[in-house]
């Protein structure tokens, strides 16, 4: 989308909305009742170590409520904040692709037909958890909305993935995406910055694995410790340390410049509870953390995609 107006020196999330819908676009974080293959004993009874009690859906809404009382309740907020804005309900806690047909068709099927401001819906997966005819019916799904399947990688790396228990491969990566783009499903990926043992190159690497995927959109979280994880018991004991703010702004501008040019930027930071935060304190500032990211690419001169390798 070269024709897209950037507002900084990468493709944000509002540049691609407002080239394609022409308004504000605001996604609501849904909760659907949903587990995880990685905490219910299919694969772990642990699931990853960063994840909270919550299902890494910490700003969803409360199970016990309709999907319509917790659209609701984010609406009258968000309208406040973007008059007019249209939505994107965001199926975002635990596995949202983890449940029989009938059910994910129900509430997928009630989340596009919420209000009028609704134009896509976003579902946030593991990349091993998307069977055949759950596909077939997304693929149906996309040519009604605009649809996005939101794929949790965190790393490429396979000691990481071990470390961290991601419980699934680098190729069921690989494969689901291609499964989602077959059906010209729209495919966010997400990774994390500072997992235990990585360095910068390692982090580097990860991106340039992810030019070569046919993916539309990534959301770089820095690594952050809630209260109650395996994370926290491990960082509490002095087994792991927390990437610093100044290492994590510059290793994510290198992201950037070497990040291919078409690949939608949704997110540069990531979002805990002030209450459930254990460390980095400086991950609360979020929005200092990403405008320190456009500086110092402004101060190289620099933008997404001047490192790109492609």
């Known amino acids: 989308m070269d024709f897209v107006k950037k507002e900084k020196p990468y493709f944000t999330a509002n540049d ?8 504000k676009i605001a996604k609501i974080p849904l909760n659907g009742g949903f587990t995880c293959p990685n905490r219910d004993g299919t694969l772990s009874w642990d699931g990853c ?6 299902g890494s859906g910490d700003f969803a809404g409360d199970p016990g409520e309709s999907l319509g009382v ?29 449940a029989p047909l009938s059910r994910l068709k129900k509430l997928y099927e009630e989340a596009i037909n919420l209000s009028d401001e609704v134009v896509g819906l976003s579902i946030a997966t593991r990349p091993d958890v998307l069977p055949d005819d759950v596909v077939e019916y997304l693929g149906e799904l996309r040519q009604r909305t605009f649809l996005t399947v ?20 680098l190729e069921s990566f690989v494969d689901a995406v291609a499964k989602l783009r077959k059906k010209d499903i729209h ?5 994390i910055n500072g997992l235990p043992g990585e360095t910068p190159d390692m982090m580097l690497d990860t991106i340039r694995f992810l030019n070569k995927q046919d993916i539309q959109g990534i959301k770089i979280h820095m690594l952050y410790v809630m209260k109650n994880t395996r ?21 994510t501008a290198d992201q950037i410049e070497l990040l291919r040019p078409d690949i939608i930027i949704y997110r540069l930071t990531g979002d805990s509870p002030r209450k459930e935060l254990v460390a980095p304190l400086w991950s609360l500032k979020k929005f200092t953390v990403t405008n320190d990211i456009d500086k110092l690419l402004r101060k190289r001169h620099s933008h997404q995609g001047a490192r790109y390798e492609g």
């Open 231 to 251: 994370l926290a018991d491990l960082y509490e004991k002095g087994e792991i340390t927390m990437m610093s703010r100044s290492d994590y702004i510059e290793t």
């Open 150 to 169: 939101e794929l949790g990688l965190q790393s490429i790396h396979a000691s990481t993935a071990s470390f961290i228990n991601r419980q699934h491969s």
């Open 70 to 98: 917790q659209y609701a309740r984010s609406l009258e907020v968000l309208h406040k904040k973007w008059p007019g804005c249209l939505t994107i309900p965001y199926f975002q806690a635990n596995t949202n692709t983890y």
């Open 187 to 191: 495919v966010i990926c997400h990774i």
């Open 16 to 23: 691609f909305y407002r080239a394609r819908f022409g308004h």
């Open 49 to 54: 170590i960063f994840c909270s009690e919550k």
